[in-house]
């Protein structure tokens, strides 16, 4: 029931019980009044007339403070009713939650968003209380969120500084060897190869914070399209290999397809690099969500790679060229599309990435 409906129900079982109780007391002074001589005359039948006896001073007074009651007791009756409905108003509708919303407004204040607020009416005000908590979790996910891209950048950072460590030492010496007059063709092509080095590690990072200032535009995409796109991809990366594409025939689906197709290209060309004979590659959906899985014959994935998940500048594979930047940034693309990348070593051996995409 809305407050308006509540307010005026409220209003009118004050004043109905307002008006009982006047009637009460105009009952009750009407009774008393019948007690007291009221003085005049009576006109009997055969047309005399009889004196009636007149009140006394004090009754007289007590007619005249039961009168005054009775007309107080018209204008008191019905805005006591008013009153008292306004306050019952304030105390069953408005005290409780007005309570709870100054509590989480005072919450907020203070950077605590690790609470919920109860829903405690489907009127105005619990409507209200609805969109305050939707605001609260809103807030909270987006707290989460910033946390989450700070730690994840200062593990990029931390990474980036570390793997620099290498080439910056070998820079170091190579221009001692040639301060101190050794010049050698060796040198030269070391300090080419190591500077060509940072490069990358510097291109990468762009790429990363690139990724993390990326927006999920989703569209409708037919699965026919799809399936010819990791086609495709899969001949162009995986040319040598034996490859298996499933997708569900028909329909379409709502998601980023630039986004997809980067995450495809990153696990289609990481199975490929390790992948013995061949890749399966296959699209399954659900209620709110699609899911592409890239699996491969080879040796699988480490462990801590496994059980950690893709970090920055880890790679597993000799070529230096890689930094173990694909699956990160499939990583974080997944998380950007409300989903999450998972990484399994196959029973049978071999490789299992699965990329999750949920609808928007």
């Not at 005072?106 to 950077?111: A, F, K, L, P, T």
């Not at 409300?338 to 051996?349: A, D, P, W």
């Amino acid at each position: 029931m809305g407050l308006k409906k509540s307010f005026l129900l409220l209003s009118l079982s004050c004043l109905a019980v307002a008006f009982l109780l006047l009637g009460a007391v105009i009952f009750l002074c009407r009774g008393i009044e019948n007690y007291y001589p009221l003085g005049g005359v009576e006109i009997l039948s055969d047309g005399s007339i009889v004196p009636l006896p007149s009140p006394t001073a004090s009754q007289q007074r007590i007619l005249a403070i039961l009168n005054i009651v009775q007309t107080l007791s018209c204008i008191l009756f019905p805005v006591g009713g008013l009153i008292v409905s306004v306050f019952l108003f304030y105390y069953l509708k408005l005290k409780q939650p007005i309570s709870c919303l100054q509590n989480g407004i005072m919450r907020i204040q203070n950077n605590d968003l690790d609470f919920s607020l109860p829903i405690l009416s489907y009127d105005e005000m619990g409507q209200l209380c609805a969109a305050f908590e939707e605001m609260r979790s809103e807030l909270l996910k987006s707290n989460r969120l910033l946390w989450q891209q700070a730690e994840e950048r200062k593990r990029l950072n931390a990474a980036f500084s570390h793997d620099l460590r290498n080439p910056i030492t070998v820079l170091k010496g190579s221009v001692k060897l040639l301060r101190q007059g050794i010049q050698d063709e060796q040198t030269i092509d070391r300090l080419e190869s190591y500077t060509l080095r940072i490069e990358q590690y510097v291109e990468a990072m762009s790429s990363v914070q690139k990724l993390e200032q990326l927006s999920v535009k989703p569209k409708e995409i037919r699965l026919s399209v799809l399936q010819s796109e990791l086609q495709e991809t899969a001949r162009l990366l995986a040319l040598s290999k034996k490859v298996s594409v499933l997708v569900p025939s028909g329909g379409t689906v709502c998601i980023d397809h630039g986004l997809f197709l980067t995450v495809a290209e990153n696990l289609i060309g990481n199975a490929a690099r390790f992948a013995e004979k061949a890749i399966s590659i296959q699209i399954t959906l659900q209620n709110d969500s699609m899911t592409l899985n890239v699996e491969d014959d080879g040796a699988g994935y480490p462990l801590s790679l496994v059980q950690n998940g893709p970090n920055p500048f880890e790679t597993t594979s000799s070529n230096s060229s890689h930094f173990g930047m694909g699956l990160y940034s499939s990583r974080i693309l997944c998380e950007k599309h409300g989903g999450r990348l998972i990484l399994e070593n196959r029973v049978g051996g071999g490789a299992s990435a699965t990329a999750i995409f949920h609808f928007v």
